[in-house]
């Protein structure tokens, strides 16, 4: 079993800054992706970005990239969100997600779907105001 432990959400006007921390702890394996998702009311659960945990390669969606960054700390185990020039339509729930990459044959393609990962977090509320 893995926990996933979000923290930094809140509230910001647009234009601002905010950082996202989500540390794992239970049964983590060698090989394995974190990602971020993202879902506001009324609409369905969004790829945000990812990182491999091993060689740290990461991969943003098209709607945050250049304004989100993704990084982990292997010794804490923990994935943050750095997120910039914040936009109102970022206001939503983030999650953070576990995939135990062990398994293999996982592409960025798959990992950007809600369904390949193994756990969740239970969320952080961002509301960015206008």
């Known amino acids: 079993q893995v926990q996933l432990v979000e923290s930094g959400g809140g509230l910001v006007q647009g234009g601002g800054s905010l950082r996202l921390s989500c540390a794992a702890s239970?049964?983590?394996?060698?090989?394995?992706?974190m990602g971020w998702f993202r879902q506001a009311p009324g609409k369905e659960r969004e790829f945000v970005a990812a990182v491999a945990w091993g060689p740290g390669n990461t991969n943003t969606a098209d709607s945050v990239k250049g304004r989100f960054t993704i990084s982990r700390d292997t010794t804490k185990r923990t994935v943050y969100l750095q997120m910039s020039s914040l936009k109102p339509e970022d206001t939503a729930i983030y999650y953070c997600?576990?995939?135990?990459?062990?398994?293999?044959?996982?592409?960025?393609?798959?990992?950007?779907?809600?369904?390949?990962?193994?756990?969740w977090g239970q969320g952080t509320q961002v509301t960015v105001s206008s």
């Open positions: 239970g049964r983590t394996f060698n090989a394995y992706v």
């Open positions: 997600a576990y995939y135990n990459a062990a398994r293999g044959g996982a592409t960025w393609l798959r990992l950007s779907s809600w369904d390949a990962y193994d756990y």
